[in-house]
């Protein structure tokens, strides 16, 4: 079966610098999630989108902005890059209108910034 | 708001024994409640849910967990660990409350198996 792709897999980017993260979601899902995992702590909400439209806001600082795009996939750019930053990006996706209302994971992006 | 607390942030186990994560959670809603494994340097894969239907809820490998309302737990176990169990454990909540749907989760338990 189809799961969520991640890329890149790993990133290393130095301070002040800017990254982007794509996020491919399973086919027909139309709700996408993103997390930030620092190391030793547990996953924290930053963002979610449903049919393209952000729809929950969490930890995610103002440096940072996503957005879905119309094939559903998403993106999430980091600017300001901070060392603080460093940590494992996960995106997930549900079928909401399905009533589905687990997320299945992708593989993460591991981020360091030097 | 929706809280979840890992009651034990480490669990050892030898292999054969029965494992006993335990999970308790707050939510203003009903819930829909997940049991998450993250093995070394991996993702995140969904072991079981609740979602309002039975309260003894079966998952993949042999993991099974019980939705008690009133005493808001949501404990994990296993009749029989094995080696490959050996992995962090993370219990999840959301809300259901709309399209957000955001997860969230427990401080996470590191299970270890010993031989």
């Known amino acids: 079966a189809a799961g969520v792709i991640q890329s890149p897999r790993h990133l290393i980017k130095e301070k002040r610098e800017t990254a982007t993260l794509k996020c491919y979601p399973i086919?027909?899902?139309?709700?996408v999630y993103w997390y930030q995992q620092g190391p030793g702590q547990d996953p924290q909400f930053l963002i979610s989108?449903?049919?393209?439209?952000?729809?929950d806001k969490g930890s995610i600082p103002d440096r940072f902005s996503a957005q879905q795009f119309s094939d559903y996939h998403s993106e999430l750019n980091m600017s300001s890059l901070e060392l603080g930053d460093s940590a494992l990006y996960f995106c997930?996706?549900?079928?909401?209108?399905?009533?589905?209302?687990?997320?299945?994971f992708g593989p993460g992006t591991r981020l360091t910034v030097t | 708001a929706q809280s979840v607390t890992q009651l034990d942030s480490h669990v050892s186990v030898s292999e054969g024994t029965p494992v006993l994560l335990r999970c308790n959670y707050s939510?203003?809603?009903?819930?829909?409640l997940f049991w998450y494994v993250q093995h070394p340097n991996k993702g995140l894969q969904l072991l079981l849910k609740?979602?309002?239907?039975?309260?003894l809820v079966k998952g993949i490998n042999g993991f099974e967990a019980e939705f008690k309302k009133s005493e808001t737990s949501f404990h994990l176990t296993k009749p029989s660990a094995h080696m490959s169990d050996a992995a962090e454990y993370f219990c999840?909540?959301?809300?259901?409350?709309?399209?957000?749907?955001?997860?969230?989760f427990g401080g996470g338990t590191r299970l270890m198996v010993k031989p």
């Open positions: 997930a996706s549900s079928f909401f209108t399905s009533g589905v209302y687990e997320q299945y």
């Open positions: 086919p027909r899902h139309d709700t």
């Open positions: 989108f449903y049919e393209k439209m952000q729809s």
């Open positions: 939510s203003s809603y009903s819930p829909s």
């Open positions: 609740y979602t309002s239907a039975a309260t």
């Open positions: 999840v909540v959301s809300d259901r409350r709309g399209a957000g749907n955001m997860l969230t």
